[in-house]
């Protein structure tokens, strides 16, 4: 018999009808990055109908970009009961102004379509702050999802997966969780996760130069990119909870009999 070994992890976000979903230990990449090739991008209608399976060399620019996205160490998996395979993977990403994420990404792939997603998504997180009258954008973002067809209809799944997508934003101090949705059916899920829609971008309309690259999607009924978004709150230290008044004002008394005992040492030589 095979020797299978449980696949490695640090964290356990949650557990999902008794699989865990866990973050993305980096002995895993290879597998994750092989996962979502076969369960998520050659599964995309969008890319698909583009035209992006059948272009030379997308397999190592897809790699090379969820690598790229797995390095920020905030992606998750969901592993089968005994740990031994995946089952479903987020790429999560915080993406923020300080660090010029949204101009990084799109130079991890070469000029073309897939580029171009990047852009359209890129453009649409811009028009969405100015919409919203935000002096910045930064949110943990989800970039890809593969997940079983039949979970993408699961309410319970979703809610609990897109759960999680909060929690590490929380833990990452982002201020919200992004999720540009390409397909009808990643749109769906959202929904019933509760995300609710601020921006879309109408694939039709999308111009790269005097071309409109996406409008071919029209014949899919893909019509629509759609911006996803879940404002959070920040966590707080349980010293900063209701309660802990009398722990703040002993700790105060303390700091200031520290200083004048100092103070008075200091005097003294």
């Given at each position: 018999m095979s020797d299978v070994r449980p696949l490695q992890y640090d964290i356990k976000w949650d557990v999902w009808e008794g699989m865990p979903i866990t973050d993305i230990h980096f002995k895993n990449y290879s597998l994750v990055i092989e996962f979502m090739w076969t369960k998520s991008f050659l599964q995309n209608?969008?890319?698909?109908?583009v035209g992006l399976h059948e272009e030379e060399g997308m397999k190592e620019n897809f790699s090379n970009y969820c690598m790229h996205i797995l390095q920020n160490e905030c992606s998750v998996m969901m592993l089968s009961k005994d740990e031994?395979?995946?089952?479903?993977?987020?790429?999560?990403?915080?993406m923020t102004d300080e660090w010029h994420s949204w101009i990084v990404l799109p130079s991890t792939v070469p000029k073309g379509l897939f580029q171009e997603f990047i852009n359209l998504k890129k453009e649409l997180m811009q028009h969405t702050k100015i919409a919203m009258e935000l002096d910045d954008f930064d949110s943990l973002t989800v970039h890809e999802v593969a997940f079983p067809d039949e979970l993408y209809t699961d309410i319970d799944f979703q809610i609990c997966m897109f759960d999680v997508f909060g929690s590490v934003a929380q833990h990452m101090?982002?201020?919200?969780?992004c999720y540009?949705?390409?397909?009808?059916?990643?749109q769906n899920a959202a929904d019933l996760a509760e995300y609710?829609?601020?921006?879309?971008s109408i694939y039709s309309i999308y111009k790269v130069g005097n071309k409109r690259p996406f409008d071919v999607l029209r014949d899919l009924d893909e019509m629509y990119a759609l911006l996803f978004l879940l404002p959070l709150d920040p966590?707080?230290?349980y010293q900063d909870m209701p309660g802990f008044e009398g722990f703040h004002e002993a700790l105060r008394a303390k700091e200031r009999k520290e200083r004048e005992e100092e103070l008075m040492r200091m005097n003294e030589m």
């Open positions: 209608i969008v890319y698909k109908g031994t395979q995946i089952v479903a993977v987020a790429l999560l990403e915080w101090h982002m201020p919200r969780v540009i949705a390409l397909t009808t059916r990643e609710a829609e601020y921006g879309r966590i707080l230290y």
